[in-house]
């Protein structure tokens, strides 16, 4: 009787011990087969063969990535809180049209000295092409004048602040609101009281700083008790960028509690805020 051999025999036989060791994620089930007469002659009665059943082991994760320590969790970062800090949403918006207003003056303005350069087929005369000049450079002009006079009360960023000693005579609440000039330079104006922001008829502005205050008469009474009025006083003043201080207003105080307030240097007075979306009052 001829003994045929299977695959995995004759596979396991020619495979030597470490070539078995290569092979990963395979576990093999021993069980004994009968001796087969050819190969026990070969290799001795103590040969014997082994089955190997090829089994996929699904792959062993450490205890450490399974189950996190909990040291090794990110915790969630603190968030500032939102009712402090006020963002412009058409921020962007303005600073959009004023680069592209002021590229468009400038492109006039290069662009203009070539009407008289260039020669025409229709032949204009000299008076005609300083027209058409001056209407083209008047007309990129006044565009960017409107542009720098609507957006520069906008305000980007407002900040209620804690102020530090009594600033003012009124509420003595601070806010503190960025805006941008035309070539979008920064001007940071601390308002120490905002009983002094009042509303305005300037189009493309919110509030305004008062010429006039006039102090209740409990105050008043307080006040000249305690030798505070007459006097003068910083209501708000206005910073660049890096600090230097621009301008200020001033009021003065008289003896019945009656505040006339003027500017000293470069302030900015009047302010565009998005009333709707401040989450809580100045005043």
Not at 74 to 88: K, L, N
Not at 181 to 203: I, K
Not at 234 to 241: C, D, G, H, L, V
Request: with cysteine.
């Amino acid at each position: 009787m001829k003994l045929s051999r299977s695959p995995i025999v004759t596979l396991t036989s020619r495979l030597r011990p470490c070539q078995l060791s290569a092979l990963t994620a395979r576990r093999c089930l021993g069980t004994l087969t009968r001796p087969i007469p050819s190969l026990v002659a070969r290799h001795g009665p103590s040969f014997s063969l082994r089955r190997c059943l090829a089994t996929e082991s699904p792959p062993t994760l450490p205890a450490s990535e399974v189950n996190p320590p909990k040291a090794t969790q990110t915790a969630p970062a603190e968030v500032a809180p939102e009712d402090q800090v006020y963002h412009g949403p058409l921020t962007t918006t303005y600073r959009r049209l004023k680069i592209f207003s002021l590229s468009t003056l400038s492109l006039t303005f290069v662009l203009s000295p070539f009407i008289f350069v260039i020669e025409t087929s229709s032949g204009l005369p000299l008076v005609a092409r300083f027209a058409l000049a001056g209407i083209a450079m008047g007309t990129s002009g006044i565009s960017t004048s409107i542009v720098a006079w609507a957006g520069r009360p906008y305000v980007s960023t407002l900040r209620w602040l804690q102020p530090e000693g009594a600033q003012a005579a009124g509420s003595g609440n601070a806010i503190e609101m960025t805006t941008h000039t035309l070539a979008w330079h920064e001007r940071v104006t601390t308002v120490y009281d905002t009983a002094f922001l009042v509303p305005t008829s300037r189009p493309f502005a919110t509030w305004e700083l008062a010429e006039g205050f006039k102090l209740p008469e409990a105050e008043v009474e307080s006040a000249r008790a305690e030798g505070l009025i007459p006097r003068e006083e910083t209501i708000a003043e206005t910073r660049n960028k890096a600090g230097e201080l621009l301008g200020r207003w001033v009021v003065s105080w008289d003896e019945n509690g009656e505040g006339t307030c003027r500017q000293i240097g470069k302030v900015v007075r009047y302010f565009n805020v998005h009333k709707e979306l401040l989450s809580r009052p100045i005043q």
